[in-house]
Protein backbone atom coordinates (compact mmCIF):
# COMPACT_ATOMS: atom_id res chain seq x y z
CA UNK A 1 0.00 0.00 0.00
CA UNK A 2 1.00 3.23 -1.02
CA UNK A 3 1.67 6.79 0.85
CA UNK A 4 -1.55 8.14 -0.73
CA UNK A 5 -3.53 4.90 0.13
CA UNK A 6 -2.18 5.20 4.03
CA UNK A 7 -3.18 8.46 4.05
CA UNK A 8 -6.44 8.39 2.85
CA UNK A 9 -7.24 5.05 4.94
CA UNK A 10 -5.97 7.66 8.22
CA UNK A 11 -8.57 10.38 7.42
CA UNK A 12 -11.61 7.93 6.43
CA UNK A 13 -10.92 6.22 9.81
CA UNK A 14 -11.44 9.25 11.11
CA UNK A 15 -14.22 10.51 8.61
CA UNK A 16 -16.08 7.51 9.37
CA UNK A 17 -16.69 8.48 12.88
CA UNK A 18 -19.04 11.06 11.59
CA UNK A 19 -21.69 11.25 9.14
CA UNK A 20 -21.22 14.69 8.97
CA UNK A 21 -17.75 14.84 8.19
CA UNK A 22 -18.20 12.01 5.69
CA UNK A 23 -20.65 14.46 3.83
CA UNK A 24 -18.43 17.03 4.35
CA UNK A 25 -15.19 15.17 2.90
CA UNK A 26 -17.90 13.86 -0.41
CA UNK A 27 -18.79 17.09 -0.76
CA UNK A 28 -15.28 18.94 -1.35
CA UNK A 29 -13.51 16.40 -2.13
CA UNK A 30 -15.27 13.65 -3.90
CA UNK A 31 -18.02 13.84 -6.63
CA UNK A 32 -18.34 9.59 -5.97
CA UNK A 33 -21.86 9.75 -4.81
CA UNK A 34 -23.03 12.81 -7.08
CA UNK A 35 -24.77 10.33 -9.68
CA UNK A 36 -26.61 8.34 -6.82
CA UNK A 37 -28.22 11.96 -5.13
CA UNK A 38 -29.34 13.18 -8.68
CA UNK A 39 -30.78 10.18 -9.84
CA UNK A 40 -32.67 10.00 -6.34
CA UNK A 41 -33.87 13.90 -6.66
CA UNK A 42 -34.88 13.18 -9.95
CA UNK A 43 -36.71 9.74 -8.54
CA UNK A 44 -38.62 11.79 -6.25
CA UNK A 45 -39.56 14.39 -9.04
CA UNK A 46 -40.85 11.56 -11.27
CA UNK A 47 -42.63 10.21 -8.29
CA UNK A 48 -44.75 13.43 -7.53
CA UNK A 49 -45.22 14.15 -11.35
CA UNK A 50 -46.54 10.27 -12.12
CA UNK A 51 -49.49 10.78 -8.87
CA UNK A 52 -50.48 13.79 -11.35
CA UNK A 53 -50.21 12.56 -14.95
CA UNK A 54 -51.76 9.64 -17.28
CA UNK A 55 -49.18 7.11 -15.98
CA UNK A 56 -48.68 3.51 -17.08
CA UNK A 57 -47.84 2.57 -13.70
CA UNK A 58 -48.80 4.03 -10.64
CA UNK A 59 -46.26 2.98 -7.99
CA UNK A 60 -48.55 4.55 -5.26
CA UNK A 61 -50.77 2.66 -6.17
CA UNK A 62 -48.89 -1.13 -6.42
CA UNK A 63 -47.34 -0.18 -3.14
CA UNK A 64 -51.05 0.70 -1.23
CA UNK A 65 -52.73 -2.02 -2.68
CA UNK A 66 -50.51 -4.47 -1.72
CA UNK A 67 -50.16 -3.13 2.05
CA UNK A 68 -53.63 -3.41 1.96
CA UNK A 69 -53.34 -6.89 1.11
CA UNK A 70 -51.14 -7.45 4.38
CA UNK A 71 -53.80 -5.84 6.09
CA UNK A 72 -56.46 -8.93 3.96
CA UNK A 73 -54.27 -11.59 5.26
CA UNK A 74 -53.62 -11.39 8.76
CA UNK A 75 -54.63 -13.26 11.82
CA UNK A 76 -56.54 -12.37 12.73
CA UNK A 77 -57.75 -9.70 10.62
CA UNK A 78 -58.67 -6.35 12.52
CA UNK A 79 -61.64 -4.73 11.47
CA UNK A 80 -60.50 -1.18 10.72
CA UNK A 81 -56.91 -0.60 9.18
CA UNK A 82 -55.45 1.26 6.49
CA UNK A 83 -56.91 4.42 7.81
CA UNK A 84 -53.96 6.65 7.15
CA UNK A 85 -54.09 5.71 3.41
CA UNK A 86 -57.10 4.40 2.07
CA UNK A 87 -58.48 7.47 0.97
CA UNK A 88 -54.87 8.14 -1.00
CA UNK A 89 -55.43 4.45 -2.40
CA UNK A 90 -59.48 5.78 -3.50
CA UNK A 91 -57.71 8.98 -5.26
CA UNK A 92 -54.91 7.04 -7.24
CA UNK A 93 -57.09 4.22 -8.20
CA UNK A 94 -59.87 7.29 -9.74
CA UNK A 95 -57.03 8.63 -11.91
CA UNK A 96 -55.82 5.22 -12.34
CA UNK A 97 -59.03 4.31 -14.19
CA UNK A 98 -59.97 7.74 -15.64
CA UNK A 99 -56.96 7.39 -17.95
CA UNK A 100 -56.93 3.78 -18.34
CA UNK A 101 -58.56 4.43 -22.03
CA UNK A 102 -54.82 6.31 -23.13
CA UNK A 103 -53.15 3.76 -20.79
CA UNK A 104 -54.67 -0.02 -21.79
CA UNK A 105 -51.91 -1.80 -20.87
CA UNK A 106 -52.12 -1.24 -16.87
CA UNK A 107 -55.45 -3.51 -16.76
CA UNK A 108 -54.20 -6.10 -14.72
CA UNK A 109 -52.81 -3.41 -12.33
CA UNK A 110 -56.13 -1.99 -12.51
CA UNK A 111 -58.40 -5.05 -12.01
CA UNK A 112 -56.03 -6.50 -8.98
CA UNK A 113 -56.32 -2.42 -7.55
CA UNK A 114 -60.23 -2.75 -7.87
CA UNK A 115 -60.81 -6.49 -6.52
CA UNK A 116 -58.71 -5.94 -3.27
CA UNK A 117 -60.52 -2.32 -2.61
CA UNK A 118 -63.92 -4.27 -3.29
CA UNK A 119 -62.53 -6.86 -0.61
CA UNK A 120 -61.03 -4.39 1.64
CA UNK A 121 -64.32 -2.91 1.68
CA UNK A 122 -66.85 -5.67 2.17
CA UNK A 123 -64.67 -6.66 5.52
CA UNK A 124 -64.07 -3.40 7.15
CA UNK A 125 -66.33 -1.81 10.05
CA UNK A 126 -67.88 1.57 9.75
CA UNK A 127 -65.00 4.54 10.34
CA UNK A 128 -66.25 8.14 8.82
CA UNK A 129 -62.47 7.64 6.77
CA UNK A 130 -63.33 4.23 5.70
CA UNK A 131 -67.01 4.91 4.85
CA UNK A 132 -66.38 8.08 3.21
CA UNK A 133 -63.67 6.12 0.95
CA UNK A 134 -66.23 3.66 0.25
CA UNK A 135 -68.44 6.00 -1.02
CA UNK A 136 -66.07 7.25 -3.71
CA UNK A 137 -65.05 3.93 -4.79
CA UNK A 138 -68.53 2.62 -5.26
CA UNK A 139 -69.37 5.74 -7.68
CA UNK A 140 -65.93 4.24 -9.52
CA UNK A 141 -67.00 0.53 -9.64
CA UNK A 142 -69.01 1.39 -13.32
CA UNK A 143 -65.95 2.54 -14.88
CA UNK A 144 -63.59 -1.03 -14.50
CA UNK A 145 -63.42 -2.83 -17.07
CA UNK A 146 -65.55 -5.94 -17.06
CA UNK A 147 -63.91 -9.13 -16.29
CA UNK A 148 -65.20 -12.70 -18.22
CA UNK A 149 -63.03 -14.97 -15.97
CA UNK A 150 -64.11 -14.64 -12.33
CA UNK A 151 -61.10 -14.98 -11.20
CA UNK A 152 -60.43 -12.74 -8.02
CA UNK A 153 -57.03 -10.79 -7.49
CA UNK A 154 -56.89 -10.89 -3.80
CA UNK A 155 -55.34 -13.03 -1.36
CA UNK A 156 -55.88 -16.92 -1.37
CA UNK A 157 -55.10 -19.98 0.01
CA UNK A 158 -51.95 -22.06 -1.52
CA UNK A 159 -52.84 -25.36 -2.78
CA UNK A 160 -50.27 -27.70 -0.66
CA UNK A 161 -51.65 -30.52 -1.29
CA UNK A 162 -49.45 -31.97 -3.63
CA UNK A 163 -45.57 -31.49 -3.76
CA UNK A 164 -43.75 -28.81 -5.29
CA UNK A 165 -43.54 -29.38 -8.95
CA UNK A 166 -39.46 -29.26 -8.24
CA UNK A 167 -37.80 -30.74 -5.55
CA UNK A 168 -34.30 -29.56 -3.93
CA UNK A 169 -32.39 -32.00 -5.66
CA UNK A 170 -33.76 -30.61 -8.76
CA UNK A 171 -33.27 -27.02 -7.90
CA UNK A 172 -29.73 -27.61 -6.81
CA UNK A 173 -29.00 -29.43 -10.03
CA UNK A 174 -30.02 -26.57 -11.81
CA UNK A 175 -28.02 -24.18 -9.98
CA UNK A 176 -24.83 -25.92 -10.76
CA UNK A 177 -25.36 -26.02 -14.01
CA UNK A 178 -26.01 -22.55 -14.36
CA UNK A 179 -22.57 -21.09 -15.17
CA UNK A 180 -21.34 -17.76 -16.13
CA UNK A 181 -21.12 -18.57 -20.15
CA UNK A 182 -19.01 -16.05 -22.20
CA UNK A 183 -18.93 -18.15 -25.41
CA UNK A 184 -22.17 -18.41 -27.61
CA UNK A 185 -22.98 -20.38 -31.35
CA UNK A 186 -23.43 -17.83 -33.94
CA UNK A 187 -27.21 -18.50 -33.67
CA UNK A 188 -30.14 -16.14 -33.18
CA UNK A 189 -31.76 -16.00 -29.49
CA UNK A 190 -35.62 -15.67 -30.53
CA UNK A 191 -37.21 -13.94 -28.66
CA UNK A 192 -40.33 -15.80 -27.46
CA UNK A 193 -37.46 -17.54 -25.68
CA UNK A 194 -36.67 -14.19 -23.80
CA UNK A 195 -39.67 -13.19 -23.20
CA UNK A 196 -40.76 -15.96 -21.48
CA UNK A 197 -37.28 -16.10 -18.95
CA UNK A 198 -38.68 -12.46 -18.51
CA UNK A 199 -42.07 -13.56 -17.18
CA UNK A 200 -41.01 -15.97 -15.07
CA UNK A 201 -38.42 -12.82 -13.73
CA UNK A 202 -41.07 -10.68 -13.37
CA UNK A 203 -42.37 -13.26 -10.55
CA UNK A 204 -39.69 -12.59 -8.39
CA UNK A 205 -40.24 -10.58 -4.93
CA UNK A 206 -40.12 -6.99 -4.57
CA UNK A 207 -40.78 -4.23 -1.92
CA UNK A 208 -44.13 -3.41 -1.56
CA UNK A 209 -44.55 -5.65 -5.50
CA UNK A 210 -43.17 -2.24 -6.91
CA UNK A 211 -40.98 -3.81 -9.54
CA UNK A 212 -39.14 -0.92 -9.84
CA UNK A 213 -37.18 -2.27 -12.78
CA UNK A 214 -37.12 -2.99 -16.63
CA UNK A 215 -35.53 -5.46 -18.66
CA UNK A 216 -33.67 -3.07 -21.66
CA UNK A 217 -33.06 -6.04 -24.46
CA UNK A 218 -30.93 -5.63 -27.33
CA UNK A 219 -30.79 -7.87 -30.24
CA UNK A 220 -29.82 -6.23 -32.93
CA UNK A 221 -26.08 -7.08 -33.94
CA UNK A 222 -24.33 -3.65 -33.87
CA UNK A 223 -26.44 -2.45 -30.71
CA UNK A 224 -25.17 -5.33 -29.21
CA UNK A 225 -21.79 -4.73 -29.55
CA UNK A 226 -22.11 -1.11 -28.51
CA UNK A 227 -23.91 -1.82 -25.37
CA UNK A 228 -21.49 -4.47 -24.66
CA UNK A 229 -18.53 -2.59 -25.43
CA UNK A 230 -19.01 -0.25 -22.50
CA UNK A 231 -18.71 -2.41 -19.18
CA UNK A 232 -15.54 -3.17 -18.36
CA UNK A 233 -15.41 -7.26 -17.95
CA UNK A 234 -16.67 -8.29 -21.42
CA UNK A 235 -13.53 -7.60 -23.19
CA UNK A 236 -11.92 -10.35 -25.01
CA UNK A 237 -15.62 -11.77 -25.76
CA UNK A 238 -17.90 -9.06 -26.40
CA UNK A 239 -18.11 -10.10 -29.84
CA UNK A 240 -19.21 -13.33 -29.05
CA UNK A 241 -22.46 -11.81 -27.38
CA UNK A 242 -25.91 -12.36 -29.48
CA UNK A 243 -28.20 -10.79 -27.31
CA UNK A 244 -27.32 -8.53 -24.18
CA UNK A 245 -29.96 -7.16 -21.30
CA UNK A 246 -29.74 -3.95 -19.57
CA UNK A 247 -31.40 -4.53 -16.08
CA UNK A 248 -32.36 -0.85 -15.39
CA UNK A 249 -33.59 0.36 -12.30
CA UNK A 250 -36.13 3.21 -11.74
CA UNK A 251 -36.02 5.69 -9.23
CA UNK A 252 -39.18 7.11 -9.61
CA UNK A 253 -40.92 3.91 -7.90
CA UNK A 254 -39.95 5.38 -4.47
CA UNK A 255 -40.83 8.74 -2.62
CA UNK A 256 -37.97 8.86 -0.11
CA UNK A 257 -34.41 9.10 -0.23
CA UNK A 258 -34.32 5.76 2.60
CA UNK A 259 -35.89 3.48 -0.51
CA UNK A 260 -32.77 4.71 -2.66
CA UNK A 261 -31.62 0.72 -2.41
CA UNK A 262 -34.39 -1.43 -3.65
CA UNK A 263 -33.50 -0.97 -7.53
CA UNK A 264 -30.78 -3.14 -7.10
CA UNK A 265 -32.31 -5.46 -4.37
CA UNK A 266 -35.36 -6.10 -6.39
CA UNK A 267 -33.62 -5.59 -9.84
CA UNK A 268 -30.92 -8.65 -8.39
CA UNK A 269 -33.65 -10.96 -7.03
CA UNK A 270 -35.22 -10.71 -10.90
CA UNK A 271 -32.03 -11.08 -12.66
CA UNK A 272 -31.26 -14.12 -10.64
CA UNK A 273 -35.01 -15.89 -11.48
CA UNK A 274 -33.93 -14.81 -15.52
CA UNK A 275 -30.91 -16.48 -15.66
CA UNK A 276 -32.38 -19.29 -14.09
CA UNK A 277 -34.91 -19.64 -16.85
CA UNK A 278 -32.83 -18.94 -19.16
CA UNK A 279 -31.13 -21.89 -18.52
CA UNK A 280 -34.38 -24.40 -18.75
CA UNK A 281 -34.72 -23.41 -22.14
CA UNK A 282 -31.79 -24.21 -23.14
CA UNK A 283 -29.89 -20.74 -22.91
CA UNK A 284 -27.08 -19.56 -21.25
CA UNK A 285 -25.96 -16.36 -19.63
CA UNK A 286 -23.20 -14.29 -18.08
CA UNK A 287 -24.14 -11.27 -15.46
CA UNK A 288 -21.91 -8.53 -16.08
CA UNK A 289 -20.97 -6.23 -13.33
CA UNK A 290 -21.56 -2.29 -13.68
CA UNK A 291 -19.26 -0.05 -11.88
CA UNK A 292 -20.34 3.11 -10.49
CA UNK A 293 -18.23 5.38 -13.04
CA UNK A 294 -19.45 8.29 -14.21
CA UNK A 295 -17.48 8.18 -17.63
CA UNK A 296 -19.71 4.76 -18.38
CA UNK A 297 -22.96 5.63 -16.98
CA UNK A 298 -22.43 8.52 -19.11
CA UNK A 299 -22.04 6.50 -22.68
CA UNK A 300 -24.96 4.26 -21.46
CA UNK A 301 -27.26 6.60 -21.03
CA UNK A 302 -26.43 8.43 -24.05
CA UNK A 303 -26.35 5.09 -26.10
CA UNK A 304 -30.15 3.68 -24.72
CA UNK A 305 -31.77 6.43 -24.02
CA UNK A 306 -31.48 6.36 -19.71
CA UNK A 307 -33.96 9.01 -18.13
CA UNK A 308 -32.09 10.83 -15.18
CA UNK A 309 -33.58 8.63 -12.38
CA UNK A 310 -32.86 5.64 -13.69
CA UNK A 311 -29.89 3.42 -12.93
CA UNK A 312 -27.99 0.72 -14.52
CA UNK A 313 -28.41 -2.28 -12.16
CA UNK A 314 -26.20 -5.19 -13.98
CA UNK A 315 -25.96 -6.46 -17.89
CA UNK A 316 -26.38 -9.77 -18.65
CA UNK A 317 -25.43 -11.50 -22.23
CA UNK A 318 -27.45 -14.47 -23.37
CA UNK A 319 -27.42 -17.04 -26.31
CA UNK A 320 -27.45 -20.71 -27.34
CA UNK A 321 -23.99 -22.04 -25.28
CA UNK A 322 -20.55 -23.13 -27.36
CA UNK A 323 -20.31 -26.84 -26.75
CA UNK A 324 -16.27 -26.46 -27.19
CA UNK A 325 -16.43 -23.33 -24.75
CA UNK A 326 -15.13 -23.04 -21.30
CA UNK A 327 -16.50 -21.98 -17.95
CA UNK A 328 -14.34 -20.64 -15.06
CA UNK A 329 -14.55 -23.11 -11.86
CA UNK A 330 -15.88 -20.49 -9.75
CA UNK A 331 -15.34 -22.15 -5.90
CA UNK A 332 -17.81 -21.01 -4.08
CA UNK A 333 -17.09 -20.35 -0.04
CA UNK A 334 -18.22 -23.46 2.33
CA UNK A 335 -21.86 -23.70 3.86
CA UNK A 336 -19.93 -22.08 7.67
CA UNK A 337 -18.26 -19.16 5.75
CA UNK A 338 -21.53 -17.78 4.50
CA UNK A 339 -24.32 -19.00 7.23
CA UNK A 340 -24.58 -18.11 10.90
CA UNK A 341 -27.76 -18.95 13.10
CA UNK A 342 -28.76 -16.64 15.94
Known amino acids: MGFIDRMKGNLFHLLSKSGRLGSIYY ?7 DREYMGVMNGIIRYQRELQSDSQSYYLLRRNTHRLEKGLLMK ?23 SHSSNPDN ?17 TGSHPIIDEARCKFNSLRKLQPPCEDGVLYV ?18 ELARRRRSVRWYLPKAVPRE ?13 SACNRQPFVFRVFDDPEMVQKVASIPGGTSGYQQNIPVI ?11 NERDRHLIYIDGSLAAMSLMFALET ?33 MLISVGYPDPEGLVAFSQKKELDLIRKYN
Open 193 to 205: LIDKAIEVASLSP
Open 245 to 255: IVVVGRLRAFA
Open 281 to 313: LGLSSCGINWPDLKTKEKQMASLIGLEPDERVI
Open 107 to 123: IGELRWAHDVLTVYFEV
Open 27 to 33: FLFSGAF
Open 155 to 172: PYKRNLSSPAPVNYEQLL
Open 76 to 98: PRRNIFALDYISETVDCYERAIK
